[in-house]
T-cell receptor, first 111, second 115 residues
């Protein structure tokens, strides 16, 4: 069956360091994959979209990679700040008919 | 510009009852999607509507139904509520469907508690 895996353990890093979050998927062939940020009690907020024919996408301090051979996407936040503390969700599309979200990884940036 | 709005914010129902949740998309957006999010999990896709037609359906029982109105607002209906339906229900709007690689703009959600 289709499965999305994100590290369920919280990621704790020091301010200024680079945070790297992993999203692995099985039995999918997504045409694209999206990353969202979610703060407690709020709806997710869109961050980046990367297509299957793109290896890497950048937006300010954010970088996403997409390896369709490994079936993995990596999400990087450089020069992390305490305000980056949140849960980050990956969401590959499913046959371009739905988005399926992983359970998310909670990032905690310590000042 | 106003973002996606949802009503009500919170709702408490008892088992067996029916509930209607409402969503207004961002102006100009023609697609509305509904998601269920249980604590500690990511949002789970329920429906997508585009131009008043159902364009996608997740793995939810027939107790769940939805519709989209001519002004692109939407309602999610859940019949015969079960305890397991307790969750945060999220609405998201987008310019087009998932086929168009559109980002989703989420509302704040409706917290449903079933007792």
């Amino acid at each position: 069956s289709q499965k999305i895996e994100q590290n369920s353990e919280a990621l704790n890093i020091q301010e200024g360091k680079t945070a790297t979050l992993t999203c692995n998927y099985t039995n999918y062939s997504p045409a694209y994959l999206q990353w969202y940020r979610q703060d407690p009690g709020r709806g997710p907020v869109f961050l980046l979209l990367i297509r299957e024919n793109e290896k890497e996408k950048r937006k300010e301090r954010l970088k996403v990679t997409f390896d369709t051979t490994l079936k993995q996407s990596l999400f990087h936040i450089t020069a992390s700040q305490p305000a980056d503390s949140a849960t980050y969700l990956c969401a590959p599309d499913t046959g371009r008919r739905a988005l399926t979200f992983g359970s998310g990884t909670r990032l905690q940036v310590q000042p | 510009d106003a973002g996606v709005t949802q009503s009500p914010t919170h709702l408490i129902k008892t088992r067996g009852q029916h509930v209607t949740l409402r969503c207004s998309p961002i102006s100009g957006h023609k697609s509305v999607s509904w998601y269920q999010q249980v604590l500690g999990q990511g949002p789970q896709f329920i429906f997508q509507y585009y131009e008043k037609e159902e364009r996608g359906r997740g793995n939810f029982p027939d107790r769940f139904s939805a519709r989209q109105f001519p002004n692109y607002s939407s309602e999610l209906n859940v019949n015969a509520l079960l305890l397991g339906d307790s969750a945060l229900y999220l609405c998201a709007s987008s310019l087009g469907t998932f086929e168009s690689y559109n980002e989703q703009f989420f509302g704040p959600g409706t917290r449903l508690t079933v007792l």
